[in-house]
């Protein structure tokens, strides 16, 4: 995965079956990571485990 110039959170898959596809991040309004878009789908963040 490589990160993409710009202020939109942009990335491109470099490897695998998904090579070329671009998606993005998306955040909330503290400006936390909350989420990945992918081919117009949002996977959702799942919370870290509590150890």
């Known amino acids: ?3 993409l ?4 959170d942009g990335y491109i898959v470099t490897a695998g079956g ?3 596809q671009r998606g993005f991040f998306s ?3 503290k400006g936390v ?3 990945a878009d992918l081919a117009g789908r949002l996977f959702g963040r799942v919370p870290a485990a509590s150890v």
């Open 1 to 3: 995965m490589g990160l």
């Open 5 to 8: 110039p710009g202020d939109d």
């Open 18 to 20: 998904l090579k070329g």
């Open 27 to 29: 955040r909330d309004e």
């Open 33 to 35: 990571i909350v989420g």
